[in-house]
């Protein structure tokens, strides 16, 4: 990427968990931000709660990208995009259809738009997940870190497969969407470079529009289970997450630090996580919570983890610090309590 900063980025999936939170740190950093949504009525809500963004916030609707070529109309002026937007649901009838298609047709849908004649575009920051990272086969040995060097060896068969299972479908949703992107630029070796950002489970406050707590994203749905009496306390898939406004943070300094062009990175606290772990801090911390979460787990059992994952190198080329798990927690819980339920 040139060495000048961009000025307008398109980001997609705006209006969804991770996406607003990556508008929202563009804006504190005076970019103007075009957030393609689905839903013009959310874009609206959004712009409503930030009236003192008025001048740099705007929001095109984009149809879902299950259609090839739905971006080429919103690139105009923008000379960068975070692409975060894919299928994020287990409750799928089909897995190709519902899953795996449409995150790999958002993939090329955006790199083509951005590789049109007359693009300003020089960079593009891809929201892909340690889904396509992880070897759930893999039994690793003692000290194994998964660095950005590994991927998923899912193949696209098992992914499609009608007797396998969502959570397989997503990961290879994203394995094969990420795939996309890195193989469109080798071979169409646009004026774009790419990075991709591969986190984990991803926990924290919401800034979307988000009316009840049915609404809330996948992951922070379950984690709002604990402290809503979940009993048995949910198994964690992977021990491993990250904050989202962390994650946040490494997508927008992504995007601002040239060295970054082509690297891959995994954003993961260095702490381990478990539901176990989550339903202490929630019983510890709100009075209201040691009679609604489950009494029936082990407490104060350290979360174990069968593997490492270097989010070190991410936090230090991007220059950003993780949340605690403990704060990422508690400031949700907090929002949600008084959000949704009108009280702390
Ligand atoms: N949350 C996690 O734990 C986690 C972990 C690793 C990776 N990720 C990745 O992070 C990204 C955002 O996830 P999230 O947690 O923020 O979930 P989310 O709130 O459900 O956001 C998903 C976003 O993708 C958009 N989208 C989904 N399907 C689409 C389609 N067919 N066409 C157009 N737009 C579509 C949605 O658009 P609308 O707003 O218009 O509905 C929404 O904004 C995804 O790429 C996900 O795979 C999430």
Request: net charge negative; charged share 20%; glycine share 6%.
């Amino acid at each position: 990427m040139a060495a000048q900063q961009p000025l307008h980025v398109l980001v997609t999936g705006s209006t969804g968990f991770i996406g607003a939170h990556v508008v929202d740190n563009l804006l504190a950093k005076g970019f103007r931000v075009r957030g393609a949504t689905r839903s013009a009525s959310k874009g609206e809500q959004m712009k409503a709660v930030r009236p003192q963004y008025a001048s740099l916030l705007e929001f095109v609707t984009v149809q879902d990208f299950s259609h090839i070529g739905v971006f080429d109309a919103v690139m105009d002026g923008i000379d960068a995009v975070i692409h975060v937007a894919s299928p994020f649901f287990y409750n799928t009838t089909d897995n190709e259809k519902d899953l795996i298609l449409p995150a790999i047709n958002g993939v090329k849908s955006i790199l083509s738009a951005s590789a049109q004649s007359g693009s300003k575009v020089r960079r593009i920051v891809l929201t892909s997940s340690f889904a396509s990272v992880l070897d759930v086969d893999r039994n690793p040995p003692p000290d194994f870190v998964y660095t950005a060097e590994h991927w998923n060896p899912l193949s696209y068969e098992t992914a499609i497969d009608p007797g396998s299972s969502s959570v397989v479908a997503y990961r290879g949703s994203k394995k094969f969407a990420e795939l996309a992107a890195w193989e469109f630029i080798k071979t169409n070796a646009p004026r774009f470079d790419l990075v991709t950002l591969c986190p984990p489970m991803v926990f924290g406050p919401t800034v979307h529009p988000v009316s009840s707590v049915d609404q809330l994203n996948e992951s922070n749905a379950v984690l709002w289970s604990v402290a809503a009496g979940a009993d048995p306390l949910p198994t964690a898939r992977v021990p491993a997450w990250v904050d989202v406004r962390d994650l946040a943070e490494a997508h927008v300094q992504a995007l601002m630090s040239p060295g970054a062009g082509g690297k891959r990175y995994i954003p993961v606290s260095p702490e381990p996580f478990s539901y176990e772990s989550a339903a202490d801090i929630i019983k510890d911390q709100f009075e209201w919570a040691v009679d609604s979460v489950t009494r029936d787990y082990e407490a104060g059992k350290k979360p174990q983890a069968s593997y490492g994952v270097d989010g070190e190198t991410v936090a230090r080329e991007l220059h950003f610090r993780y949340h605690r798990f403990r704060e990422t927690v508690v400031d949700f819980v907090v929002q949600v309590r008084r959000d949704f339920y009108a009280s702390a």
